[in-house]
Each structure stands twice: as structure tokens, then as C-alpha cells.
């Protein structure tokens, strides 16, 4: 197996060294690359499968054997890229239940002792991505107009981009604050959230 680290972010880093140890090594990593066949490929595939391993890591652990021979490609290292010759199949799309009132009222109390409670807050109360969250720096809190700007991997996001709750947004990316807080206490009081 060729381990070569590129100019990738940390967690698509730990997510392909995760996959080569848990599922590439004990099952093709003895195998030279040179004689790692299609066949080799789509049988792991297939073990996986039959092991219960869910479809979406299934897809994650091809995507990072077919980046890694597509670099020993590249370095000629291996005459074609073995992966690319076997389909996985793209895992149905999950619809994602939104929070219930209640499940955010046990979300928030479970968490004020916590000292990201006011992360625990802003997730209830915009819905923000993982990336989002990470993304949230002191400089990016507006104090004095009460809003909170939104990046995304560091760059601002686009309003197509954000989710309903973010109706009233007064620039791209910037969120009022106080509206946010207005819509959230509507919602909880109508018995909805987060949807």
C-alpha cells in the first residue's frame, strides 16, 4: 500500500488512515500492488458487505483504496488504477429526522454544566454542519450587531447554502443574533424545532 500525505485536510487524513487500518491492511494489505487484481478489489468489497459494514463506509474505504492507487498510478508504480475498474454502489440518501422539542429541551439541560453549552446552543439553534462549528472564531462574533458570521472550511457561505431556520439573515453569512433567538422560542413555543 503506498502512504503518501499530501496537502489534505486532518480529517480526510485520519478518515483514509482510519479505512487503510481498519479495512485495507488486514484484508489486501499483504497482497503486492503490482499483483492486486480487480477481482482482489471487488471481493473485499464484498467481505465487507457480508460483515455488515454499513454502504457509506463501504464507499468511504473504495474512495481511499482508489485515491491510493490512482498516486501509485501516477508514480507508475502500478499499470492501472484497479479500483476504478469495480462499481460501488452510491448509498440512499438518509432523510434526517430534525430534533423534536423535547429531544432539544433534554439536548440543552443535559449540556449547561458543559463548557460548549453555547456550542450545543448554536447547533440547536441554526443547525450548523460540524465544519461550521469548527470553523467559529471570536472574530467572526459581532457584538455590538448582534450577529455571528458562518464559514465553512474558512470560506463565508453562500445563502444557498444555509439552512431554513437562517431566514432572517441580514448579509451573506451573518446571522442576527437576536432574530435567531425570536425564531428558536417561536418554534419551541409552536412545538417545533430545527426542521
Given at each position: 500500500?503506498?502512504?503518501?500525505?499530501?496537502?489534505?485536510?486532518?480529517?480526510?487524513?485520519?478518515?483514509?488512515?482510519?479505512?487503510?487500518?481498519?479495512?485495507l491492511?488486514?484484508?489486501?494489505?499483504?497482497?503486492?500492488?503490482?499483483?492486486?487484481?480487480?477481482?482482489?478489489?471487488?471481493?473485499?468489497?464484498?467481505?465487507?458487505?457480508?460483515d455488515?459494514?454499513g454502504?457509506?463506509?463501504?464507499q468511504?474505504?473504495?474512495?481511499?483504496?482508489r485515491?491510493?492507487?490512482?498516486?501509485?498510478?501516477?508514480?507508475?508504480?502500478?499499470?492501472?488504477?484497479?479500483?476504478k475498474?469495480?462499481?460501488?454502489?452510491?448509498?440512499?440518501?438518509?432523510?434526517?429526522?430534525?430534533?423534536s422539542?423535547?429531544?432539544?429541551?433534554?439536548?440543552?439541560?443535559?449540556?449547561?454544566?458543559?463548557?460548549?453549552?453555547?456550542?450545543?446552543?448554536?447547533?440547536?439553534m441554526?443547525?450548523?454542519?460540524?465544519?461550521?462549528?469548527?470553523?467559529?472564531?471570536?472574530?467572526?462574533?459581532d457584538?455590538?450587531?448582534?450577529?455571528?458570521?458562518?464559514?465553512?472550511?474558512?470560506?463565508?457561505?453562500?445563502?444557498?447554502?444555509?439552512?431554513?431556520?437562517?431566514?432572517?439573515?441580514?448579509?451573506?453569512?451573518?446571522?442576527?443574533?437576536?432574530?435567531?433567538?425570536?425564531?428558536?422560542?417561536?418554534?419551541?413555543?409552536?412545538?417545533?424545532?430545527?426542521?
Amino acid at each position: 500500500m503506498v502512504h503518501v500525505k499530501q496537502h489534505v485536510r486532518a480529517t480526510t487524513w485520519r478518515a483514509h488512515e482510519r479505512n487503510t487500518r481498519l479495512y485495507l491492511l488486514p484484508s489486501i494489505g499483504k497482497k503486492k500492488l503490482a499483483q492486486l487484481g480487480v477481482r482482489d478489489v471487488r471481493l473485499m468489497i464484498d467481505r465487507m458487505r457480508a460483515d455488515g459494514v454499513g454502504a457509506r463506509t463501504t464507499q468511504y474505504v473504495h474512495a481511499t483504496l482508489r485515491v491510493a492507487l490512482e498516486h501509485a498510478h501516477r508514480e507508475e508504480l502500478v499499470s492501472r488504477n484497479v479500483a476504478k475498474m469495480v462499481r460501488v454502489e452510491r448509498p440512499k440518501a438518509e432523510v434526517k429526522q430534525p430534533l423534536s422539542v423535547e429531544e432539544a429541551r433534554t439536548l440543552l439541560d443535559a449540556t449547561t454544566d458543559d463548557s460548549r453549552h453555547a456550542l450545543w446552543v448554536l447547533l440547536v439553534m441554526l443547525g450548523l454542519r460540524r465544519s461550521e462549528v469548527c470553523g467559529l472564531r471570536w472574530e467572526h462574533v459581532d457584538f455590538e450587531a448582534r450577529t455571528l458570521r458562518i464559514h465553512r472550511h474558512g470560506t463565508p457561505l453562500e445563502p444557498r447554502n444555509l439552512t431554513r431556520m437562517w431566514s432572517e439573515m441580514n448579509v451573506y453569512g451573518h446571522v442576527n443574533l437576536d432574530a435567531q433567538r425570536r425564531a428558536l422560542d417561536d418554534q419551541l413555543t409552536r412545538g417545533r424545532c430545527c426542521q
